[in-house]
């Protein structure tokens, strides 16, 4: 069964520093998403991507996060310059798939991202 | 009022028990909705997703109420691998998600 896949799974940085969390959709999905989730906190939509823009993002994606489909099966997260709070679990997500539906998310494993 | 609410929980029941989980949203223009399950620290899995009035699969009923604007999720005869935590999912005008705070269940032997 095709999978979202996400790499890498744990991921340490030191504030300030700039971190790419990577994600290979469902190949024939059209729509990509990334969510993060705070400990003990709920999953909070961060951006969704289609036709190689951005449709739409939350407040929490501000000018220090970008996106990018570099290739045509690459989807990724960039943080410019990671802050403490930036810590959590980012998860990517694809959506686009003809029998389920447009709107039907699959989503990957998650890469913890740790800011010290 | 929040996108989405769901009950704070945690519920523990027995196994072979019934329990139901309710969910409120406050777009009253969404179409579709979402029950996910999550594990601790894993990623979000699709359960069950609702268009119409409601969506069955085996021990697994979801209902749809327009008119006050609420799913909820039944399931029936719980067994231990249930315990998890369910996530409502609505989406929003364009490609935005909103995640309820989610419900935890143990099913308890």
């Known amino acids: 069964e095709p999978e979202v896949t996400q790499t890498p799974s744990h991921q340490v940085t030191q504030m300030g520093q700039e971190v790419i969390l990577r994600c290979v959709p469902i190949?024939?999905?059209?729509?990509f998403y990334w969510y993060r989730q705070i400990l003990g906190q709920k999953v909070e939509f961060l951006v969704s991507?289609?036709?190689?823009?951005?449709?739409?993002k939350s407040e929490i994606f501000d000018d220090q996060f970008s996106v990018e489909r570099p290739d045509g099966s690459n989807f990724t997260l960039k943080i410019r310059s990671t802050k403490l709070e930036d810590s959590a679990m980012y998860f990517c997500?694809?959506?686009?798939?003809?029998?389920?539906?447009?709107?039907?998310?699959?989503f990957g494993p998650g890469t913890r991202l740790t800011v010290l | 009022r929040k996108e989405v609410e769901q009950d704070p929980g945690p519920f523990n029941v027995p196994e072979g028990a019934t329990v139901a989980f309710n969910c409120t949203y406050s777009?009253?223009?969404?179409?579709?909705f979402f029950w996910y399950r999550q594990d601790c620290r894993k990623e979000p899995k699709l359960l069950m997703s609702?268009?119409?009035s409601g969506n069955e699969d085996g021990r697994f009923t979801a209902q749809l109420n327009r008119a006050s604007q609420y799913i909820s999720l039944l399931i029936r005869d719980s067994k231990l691998s249930d315990s998890a935590t369910y996530l409502c999912?609505?989406?929003?005008?364009?490609?935005?998600?909103?995640f309820g705070t989610g419900t935890s269940l143990t099913v308890i032997p």
């Open positions: 609702v268009y119409s």
């Open positions: 991507f289609y036709n190689n823009e951005i449709s739409e």
């Open positions: 997500a694809s959506s686009g798939d003809r029998q389920a539906g447009p709107d039907t998310q699959y």
């Open positions: 190949s024939n999905h059209l729509y």
């Open positions: 777009n009253s223009a969404s179409q579709s």
């Open positions: 999912v609505v989406p929003q005008a364009g490609n935005q998600f909103y």
